[in-house]
């Protein structure tokens, strides 16, 4: 459980990218890593998530291997 509350606290002042053309697994990521980052961003293929790291720059990128575009 410290670990947990470690992340959190490391992780508060932080944004995450999370790129996956699954939204049930989308919808999942998003709703625990809005409880550890400040600011959770949402991409459905690679092109959209490009465009979402040059205009917000988040500090993690989580992504599916294998998805469109």
């Given at each position: 459980?410290?670990d947990?509350?470690e ?11 999370i790129v996956e ?8 990521m998003?709703?625990f890593l ?17 465009e979402?790291?040059k205009?917000?720059?988040p ?5 599916d291997i294998?998805?469109?575009?």
């Amino acid at each position: 459980m410290s670990d947990l509350l470690e992340l959190k606290e490391s992780a508060k002042n932080l944004s995450a990218l999370i790129v996956e053309d699954s939204l049930t697994i989308q919808k999942q990521m998003k709703i625990f890593l809005e409880k550890l980052f400040e600011k959770v961003y949402v991409s459905n293929d690679g092109m959209e998530a490009l465009e979402i790291y040059k205009q917000f720059q988040p500090h993690i990128i989580l992504t599916d291997i294998q998805m469109p575009r």
